[in-house]
């Protein structure tokens, strides 16, 4: 069964380093997303891409997000000059035509 | 904007009984879908069973149901026969179809299953 995957499972960077979490989405899925979840909060919405451009980013996107789909395959969410706030899970999620949107495994984010 | 509200933060339950956890939202849009996620300690998200929104009949998936009353903006989530590999974080969400499709989160709620 196809699945979502992403890369590294664990990263720890220091403050102020620049990190890039990597997703594999489900091939033929056309709308992906990122979520974060603090430890012990609920899952938030950071963007959606669509058609090689964000379709809609929240509040917490700023200018120190960006996301990319370089090639076929990739997805990636790269955090400029990280925070010790940015310390989260960092979900992908893809989906096809239908609204349902399957996740990754999350990538744990510990900046130090 | 959306708003998804689970007001039980903890629920217990004994294997093989039945416990429902409740889920409330709010939006504007005309056309959205719900949903009920799974997130055991691994953290990974698993869907559990959907809902869209203009189908008056209750979704099931085995032994999980839901109860969808639209007018009163209610989405419960039952689990019948209660399993040990149930334990896990329950997070209900929606879905629009105006806004790309992008999941708002209720807080969640933790389920223990006891033996």
């Known amino acids: 069964e196809p699945e979502v995957t992403q890369t590294p499972s664990h990263q720890v960077t220091q403050m102020g380093q620049e990190v890039i979490l990597r997703c594999v989405p489900i091939s033929n899925h056309l709308y992906f997303y990122w979520y974060r979840q603090i430890l012990g909060q609920k899952v938030e919405f950071l963007v959606s891409?669509?058609?090689?451009?964000?379709?809609?980013k929240s509040e917490i996107f700023d200018d120190q997000f960006s996301v990319e789909r370089p090639d076929g395959s990739n997805f990636t969410l790269k955090i400029r000059s990280t925070k010790l706030e940015d310390s989260a899970m960092y979900f992908c999620?893809?989906?096809?035509?239908?609204?349902?949107?399957?996740f990754g495994p999350g990538t744990r984010l510990t900046v130090l | 904007a959306q708003t998804v509200t689970q007001s039980q933060p903890e629920m217990s339950v004994q294997e093989a009984e039945t416990v429902t956890l409740s889920c409330t939202y709010d939006t504007s849009e005309s056309n959205y879908y719900l949903f009920w996620y799974k997130q055991p300690p691994s953290r990974q998200m698993i869907l559990v069973i959907r809902?869209?929104?203009?189908?008056?009949q209750n979704a099931t998936e085995n032994r999980f149901s839901v109860n969808f009353q639209k007018a009163a903006k209610s989405f419960s989530l039952k689990i019948s026969d209660s399993q040990l590999g149930d334990t896990a974080m329950y997070f209900c969400a929606s879905s629009g179809g105006t806004s790309y499709g992008k999941l708002t989160f209720g807080q969640g709620t933790i389920l223990t299953v006891h033996p």
């Open positions: 891409f669509y058609n090689n451009e964000i379709s809609e």
């Open positions: 809902q869209e929104a203009y189908k008056q």
């Open positions: 999620a893809s989906r096809g035509l239908a609204d349902t949107q399957y």
